[in-house]
């Protein structure tokens, strides 16, 4: 029925929501357009589908042809005729050809066409942002190879968007907190609420040196990801190295309670690397373990030589770290309970160690306090 007057339809027309009619169904989705339309991944497996299918009847008509011909020249050349009631006659024999040469090709078209179809669609539609698409894989052993490939592809492409999300919204989440405390104490002294005094200016400068530290962490991040983090490399004493750095923690681990000590060994051998970015990676290393350490506690940084690197052991007599969290603690923005950093320290020690050539690992056995190894490569 159609739209007559009044609203109602005439006997025999189609409903309004009929393709081409110009409405829709009361029950479409708001905002969605009709009629709907194929998505571009359709259109194009569609398109690669026709395009086998014409192949496909070439081949079959070739065959025939051939197979024609083939039947007709053999026949000749035998100086065989097929009268009537003497044998099958040529026709026949050239049905039964195309026959076999019809399925003969459907079925290695078929192996063909699918997995390709698959793999057209599938392709479309990560170019169309969904990294979630898997084919399956089946085929001959060449399509499987290129099927594992490709999902293998599509997994490390959806791992890399999701990783690339939970970094934005990590860096945003660590943003807001030091801007909103520059932000309420800058406009409380505009509006008069607060003096401009050292007391209400202090909170700012803190702010402003967190967004800094901040800054500078993902700065470094983002030079290791990439391979440009530059290293100043030298041959350097270990074992002074890490008497200043403990040296440093010294009056904090007082402070607290902690007892804090260097035992570098003897005769350990100097390590090429970078000074500078070693001493970060003990500081932080260093500061992780006085902050989880209780009063009464020690931390004991150990140094002894290997098989070509040296080899440093930071460990601590605190609270450990939680055997569900231990896995992650070299990952980006992970913390621990009461953790006041950022979340990016361990990930930037490993970047740095990483592009030393050196490795890190940590230990924590329940109720044992944690244990962060690391190594470094011997100067040649």
């Not at 026949?75 to 097929?82: E, P």
């Not at 894989?137 to 490939?149: K, M, T």
């Amino acid at each position: 029925m159609s739209d007559g007057p009044g609203g109602h339809r005439r006997a025999g027309g189609p409903p309004p929501w009929v393709r081409g009619s110009g409405g829709k169904p009361p029950w479409w989705p708001e905002g969605e357009a009709w009629p709907p339309t194929r998505p571009p991944w359709a259109r194009s497996r569609g398109r690669f589908l026709r395009r086998l299918a014409f192949l496909f009847v070439g081949l079959v008509l070739f065959t025939a042809i051939v197979g024609t011909v083939g039947a007709w020249l053999t026949s000749t050349a035998l100086g065989q005729t097929h009268p009537v009631g003497h044998g099958p006659p040529l026709p026949f024999l050239i049905f039964l050809l195309a026959v076999f040469g019809f399925f003969v090709v459907a079925r290695a078209m078929r192996r063909v066409t699918r997995p390709v179809g698959d793999l057209v669609e599938a392709a479309a539609r990560i170019q169309g942002g969904d990294y979630s698409v898997r084919i399956a894989e089946h085929g001959s052993p060449e399509i499987r190879s290129v099927a594992q490939a490709f999902n293998a592809m599509t997994a490390q492409l959806e791992a890399s968007q999701k990783q690339r999300r939970t970094f934005l919204a990590d860096v945003t989440h660590e943003l807001r907190t030091p801007l909103s405390i520059i932000r309420g104490q800058a406009e409380g002294i505009v509006d008069g609420v607060y003096p401009g005094d050292a007391a209400h200016m202090t909170p700012i400068v803190e702010a402003t040196q967190t967004l800094e530290r901040l800054v500078d962490d993902l700065r470094t991040l983002a030079l290791a990801e990439t391979g440009n983090l530059k290293l100043n490399r030298e041959p350097v004493d270990l074992g002074s190295l890490i008497a200043d750095s403990v040296a440093s923690f010294q009056s904090q681990a007082e402070a607290k309670g902690v007892a804090i000590s260097a035992e570098p060994g003897t005769g350990l051998p100097a390590v090429d690397a970078d000074p500078v970015r070693v001493r970060s990676v003990l500081a932080n290393l260093l500061g992780n373990a006085l902050a989880h350490t209780p009063t009464g506690g020690s931390i004991v940084v150990k140094a002894e030589p290997g098989s070509g690197i040296v080899s440093v052991a930071v460990r601590d007599t605190g609270t450990g770290i939680p055997p569900e969290l231990l896995p992650r603690i070299f990952d980006r923005f992970v913390r621990g309970t009461g953790s006041a950093g950022s979340g990016l320290g361990l990930a930037i020690a490993k970047d740095i160690l990483t592009a030393h050539g050196g490795t890190i690992a940590a230990e924590s056995p329940a109720g044992q306090g944690t244990t962060v190894r690391f190594t470094l490569p011997q100067t040649s």
